[in-house]
């Protein structure tokens, strides 16, 4: 009723990486890869690969950065988290670093200690301006707001 947003569809799981299993070192992944365990490093999806996701259980941890286009968070991150789709963060998430979104939805219960940082579609520019480049913009636009405000009316009376 409430939501008109488009539902992820259910995906393949290609690997589970279960409770008492711990990782050390990056895991490059594609495809689906469920998470109960802990993994101290980074946990990355092949370049390309824009069907990944990464779903991480209530008892997860990952030390380190997650950048997979979809995620699905109730455990903890203590790093950041870069998802181009999508990214759901359930009521026993817990990320210590900022998330990166393009789409993201978030219960109830769950705790983000960083930063919110909305991921545009629209591209970057080619070089960021300066200083005296905004400076430089800024007057420009006043300048162009009071040739409008000075300006007297052109509009002609009806007859």
Do not use: C
């Not at 993994?39 to 990952?62: Q, Y």
Request: zero cysteines; proline letters at 5%.
């Amino acid at each position: 009723m409430w939501s008109r947003r488009k539902k992820l569809k259910p995906t393949q799981v290609d690997t589970i990486v279960g409770r008492n299993t711990v990782i050390t070192g990056d895991v490059k992944f594609s495809g689906g890869l469920h998470l109960e365990g802990t993994v101290h490093g980074n946990l990355l999806a092949e370049d390309g690969a824009e069907e990944s996701v990464l779903v991480l259980n209530k008892d997860s941890l990952v030390q380190g950065h997650v950048k997979v286009p979809k995620v699905i968070i109730n455990g903890a991150v203590e790093g950041d988290v870069y998802a181009s789709v999508h990214v759901e963060l359930a009521p026993h998430a817990k990320v210590r670093g900022n998330v990166h979104y393009t789409l993201i939805e978030m219960a109830a219960g769950a705790e983000v200690n960083g930063s919110l940082v909305r991921r545009s579609d629209e591209p970057a520019p080619s070089k960021p301006l300066g200083l005296l480049e905004k400076q430089g913009q800024e007057k420009k636009l006043r300048a162009m707001d009071q040739e409008l405000v000075a300006e007297p009316s052109r509009e002609t009376p009806v007859k």
